[in-house]
């Protein structure tokens, strides 16, 4: 059983669409990460959230972290196929757990 | 500063065989964290090493072994290898000062077990 759910598992979208996704858990965490990853390479930070009800923005993605920092959620607005990639979510709790993904595909 | 470092970025071994990974953090990290990635499992924490001392371990069998030097410079050990063995070994490194700093992560060796 993952200690984060990510949904969805894939997102096959057009250039221009929004979209967003999720991480949820029944636990409490001390903070929470976003990282993307492309085939073949080790995942790249996006983002940390630290406080509940937090709201950070990077370019056209918008991050937030749930009130009780349990979930949080990333929206990307017109996306483009340079976001392309998996998309994790992890959070700190007695070590760092990561959710299984969201493979996210943006076509031309 | 540069980045998280692993070596060798791709292996062939076979089954039986061992194998040595190698990390390098980014300077000032004291934290090292191996992870296994997989299409099926994901990825699947191994261990944390933090001022050469192992400091959480994953639910993977003894094959898997791991050390830290005093430089933080950290290496992973695959003993016996089966197929199943084959996934991106990832590394990544934190500050350490809390278990659930903000991790930053090498490219990965992949490695393949035939």
């Known amino acids: 059983t993952q200690l984060l759910e990510q949904s969805p598992q894939f997102l096959s979208i057009q250039e221009g669409e929004n979209l967003t996704v999720y991480c949820n858990s029944s636990?409490?965490?001390?903070?929470l990460q976003w990282y993307r990853q492309e085939p073949g390479e080790g995942p790249v930070l996006l983002v940390t959230?630290?406080?509940?009800?937090e709201v950070k923005k990077l370019k056209r993605l918008t991050f937030q972290f749930g009130d009780a920092r349990k979930d949080s959620s990333l929206h990307i607005t017109a996306a483009q196929p340079g976001d392309t990639g998996l998309y994790l979510c992890?959070?700190?709790?007695?070590?760092?757990?990561f959710g299984a993904g969201t493979r996210l595909t943006v076509k031309p | 500063k540069a980045g998280v470092t692993q070596t060798p970025r791709y292996l062939i071994k076979t089954r039986g065989q061992q194998v040595t990974l190698s990390c390098s953090p980014i300077?000032?990290?004291?934290?090292v964290s191996w992870y296994q990635q997989t299409p099926g499992q994901g990825l699947q924490f191994l261990f944390e090493y933090f001022s050469e001392t192992q400091r959480n371990k994953g639910n993977f069998p003894g094959r898997f072994s791991g050390r830290q030097f005093s430089n933080s410079r950290s290496e992973m050990n695959v003993s016996t290898l089966e197929l199943g063995d084959s996934a991106l070994y990832l590394c990544a490194s934190s500050l350490g000062d809390r278990v659930a700093d903000t991790q930053y992560f090498g490219p990965g060796t992949r490695l393949t077990v035939l």
């Open positions: 300077s000032g990290h004291r934290s």
């Open positions: 959230v630290v406080t509940g009800g």
């Open positions: 636990s409490v965490f001390s903070s």
């Open positions: 992890a959070g700190g709790h007695n070590d760092m757990r």
